[in-house]
């Protein structure tokens, strides 16, 4: 079974900084592309930052300049950090990755989620 793990999600002034990690543990063959998603009260979670096994990144708009996804394959790890935060931040962010399974076979998966909260 493969689980992928958050951390470094806390509260935060405005203008400050975290770094968010996602890793992934278990058996499997490889962790291709990766999202880190947010979701904020009330509203609908969104796609934040992704970034392909190839280490192609896309951004949402909200966060270009500000945030930076990497990964670290060796250690089956997928960084978010995120800078110049602001209160509009605030939200539950969870990893979601495509895992290419032993048996060849990719699998959705998602994290428990890290909540960021930024304040004013």
């Known amino acids: 079974q493969v689980q992928l793990v958050e951390s470094g999600g806390g509260l935060v002034q405005a203008g400050g900084s975290l770094r968010l990690s996602c890793a992934a543990s278990?058996?499997?063959?490889?962790?291709?592309?990766v999202g880190w998603y947010r979701q904020a009260n009330g509203k609908q979670r969104e796609l934040v930052a992704a970034?392909?096994?190839?280490?192609?990144?896309n951004y949402v708009d909200s966060v270009k300049g500000r945030f930076t996804i990497s990964r670290d394959s060796a250690k089956n790890t997928v960084y978010l950090q995120m800078s110049s935060l602001k209160p509009e931040d605030t939200a539950v962010y969870y990893c979601?990755?495509?895992?290419?399974?032993?048996?060849?076979?990719?699998?959705?998966?998602w994290g428990q989620g890290t909540q960021v909260t930024v304040s004013s």
């Open positions: 979601n990755a495509d895992v290419l399974t032993v048996q060849k076979v990719t699998r959705n998966y």
């Open positions: 278990g058996i499997f063959f490889r962790v291709n592309d």
């Open positions: 970034i392909t096994s190839g280490g192609s990144t």
